[in-house]
């Protein structure tokens, strides 16, 4: 594509994003719905000013990567491990009862094909953490304890999502399922998250030293994006989906952050203080380019409105993928109101849904119909949790308002 | 390219500019200088280990706008205009001389037909003005006299190479010139100049109210950089280079910057203080990215070291080239030091030396040989000046140490 061209496109997707997400403001839904939005009115549903390309699609990875990055950076390990085990409880069931439900209604409800099913079943498992912690960010709420249960859940069946993946893909190639290959898969990822974070600190530290050792400007978002992205690489490379590299990138360089073998590798306020306020503005700018890509790759117009089919089958899915995402938290020893949170708030499937629905596609394994239909519960599950969680927030001490 | 392997080259090519940029200080050169070589030796001229592809030219071309975009945000039109003439007078001997040394050269030193002649001699004629800004910047010199009358004759000579060029098209298709198609580009250039700032000007007025409005944050990130990429199509699309559009967008931001029309439009230090700000991780992001680039794409081995052609012409062709810029300027009424900083200056070519002799290759004018020795030109004199204008300031009172 023409330079000048991508320019003109680009500065749409950022206005478009900027103008959406105000009017959703004013109209009282959380911004990231408005970038959503955004995308779906000037992507090919509607407009059809700009379509998804292989620059944009990098962008917008660097975008979720740089905001999962920032999430890092502003969590508490030790409240999120506080919160491990609701967290892993909520994971776990928020994983298994979609992923039933899904199959089940395919398999028996709608009499789809066993693996047809089961890639269903995939596709409803894991919540987006891009939008689930956007939704509580824009709420002021994503370092409460809601927010760190869902944060914690939401990586975990982000891991899990994937773990299943790589089966299910064994399973649709080889015909038979390779546990040992999943074995790895799972041994990876915990493996990663066991050395990536002291890895990355021990590299900033570094970056620190040089940082005051250095006469040319622009030390700190250069070398910080290098470590953002090296650890994007790693993550893909142990099998780990990227985005969950930049997170551990920023958990080791958050205020927060300690290390088993702690107090050596203290991390200097100032310092971090500084990387957070130089690298805000490069999340701000990359971020809405992913949520704008987002809406820009649900082609609405792929769906056959007409059909029944897609309507029951939609809609019974959506369903299924909303209710199995608040059961699990129901369960949970809290007051109501922190249940529905935490439910609702892992309702939004969003990467890895798509990667599921877009494999079952390109492989031939989801029909047209099948496909529109599992795009269509992505979709509306992403645009009716952040709704739901401002009602559930309505009356609360309004945060939000700055 | 998947996207991980884009993660790792992005990350490769800040970690080596970062790297060899250091060096190039400690050796006593400007960064820039090392930003270059860190191209050259990851590239395909050494390593090989990453070519230039579209992603990366896109990523390269938006730094070298926003590398512009802080430019003029930093420069004082007032300042510019009253070192107008001396920059004209610059610029119109910095054109015309090297333009007709190269024709010359090569016409009747090396017989070379009338076409090639005249695009070797383009090839001579436009200052890079990222790389002489860059250098002097290291220099903490771009706000001196001479930085003043640098930038202005850059950018009037960037745009007379520009305006030679489509002369040189249309000459090098239809065989004849076509004088009112360069007259059109000219008017463009100047109509673009008088409009763009002020329009800028009054749009960044609303970003600034919207600013005191919304409580969703990153409106400045997001918002500058669609004004910069805004102009800088505009600037395409009227046959203006890109870059230029993007110090257009600057200049009116700039806390020096005054409309005709005077007061109505004052700036808000404060404001223009926190574009600063935050506009300048962003631009230390993507500008190294540009200079790397332009290593990345001077691919050494393209060059048949042994013929004895190569190290004539190109040798032949430097000492004009640099002779060409600097004669001017020791015309000036200016002290010896001055002149001589200001024609070193001057030397360096790139964004639009690089356009001629590609567009010479394409259109088989060059053949590899002069495309190859021009493209040597281009290299040494972007690889020269920054040293020499090291040189040329030692013994000042040290502004570069920070």
């Known amino acids: 594509m023409e330079a000048h061209v ?32 955004a995308g779906v009115v000037v992507g090919p549903s509607l407009l059809g000013w700009i379509a998804v390309d292989d620059v944009i699609k990098l962008l917008a990875e660097i975008g979720i990567i740089l905001l999962l990055f920032e999430v890092g950076l502003e969590t508490d390990v030790g409240k999120l491990l506080k919160s491990g085990k609701r967290s892993a409880f909520v994971a776990l069931m928020g994983f298994f009862l979609p992923f039933l439900f899904g199959f089940a209604l395919a398999f028996w409800g709608f009499g789809l094909e066993l693996l047809v099913s089961l890639f269903v079943g995939g596709t409803l498992t894991a919540t987006s953490i891009g939008i689930t912690i956007r939704a509580l960010t824009d709420l002021k709420r994503h370092n409460s304890l809601e927010g760190q ?50 890895m990355a600190k021990l590299i900033s530290l570094a970056i620190h030293k040089a940082h005051h050792a250095t006469d040319i400007p622009g030390l700190i978002p250069t070398t910080i994006v290098s470590l953002v992205l090296f650890f994007a690489w790693l993550a893909h490379a142990m099998g780990v989906p990227a985005l969950l590299g930049g997170f551990a990138a920023g958990l080791a360089l958050s205020r927060f952050f300690f290390l088993p073998f702690g107090i050596a590798l203290k991390t200097d306020p100032k310092f971090a203080h500084e990387i957070e306020g130089q690298m805000r503005p490069i999340v701000h700018l990359f971020t809405p380019i992913f949520f704008v890509t987002v809406g820009l790759s649900l082609n609405m117009r792929e769906i ?3 059909s029944p089919f897609i309507w029951q089958f939609s809609l019974g899915m959506l369903v299924l993928a909303v209710a199995g995402k608040i059961l699990g938290a129901l369960l949970l020893r809290e007051d109501w109101a922190t249940r529905w949170r935490i439910g609702v708030a892992m309702v939004p499937r969003g990467e890895v849904g798509l990667i599921f629905a877009e494999l079952g596609r390109t492989s031939n394994i989801f029909s047209n119909e099948i496909y529109a239909g599992m795009l269509l519960v992505v979709a509306f599950t992403t645009l009716v949790a952040p709704l739901g969680l401002k009602l559930l927030y309505r009356g609360e001490p309004d945060l939000a308002g700055r």
Not at 6 to 28: C, I, K, N, P, T
């Open 304 to 306: 056959d409105w007409t």
């Open 149 to 198: 249960v869902v944060l914690g859940a939401a990586v975990l069946d982000d891991v899990m999502g994937v773990v299943l993946l790589a089966l299910l893909y064994e399973f649709s190639i080889g015909g038979g399922v390779n546990l040992t290959n999943a074995g790895k898969v799972t041994l990876f990822v915990v493996v990663f998250f066991l050395i990536a974070p002291s």
């Open 6 to 37: 991508f320019f003109l496109h680009l500065m749409l997707m950022l206005l478009a994003a900027r103008l959406f997400g105000e009017l959703a403001v004013r109209l009282g839904a959380p911004s990231v719905l408005g970038e959503l939005m």
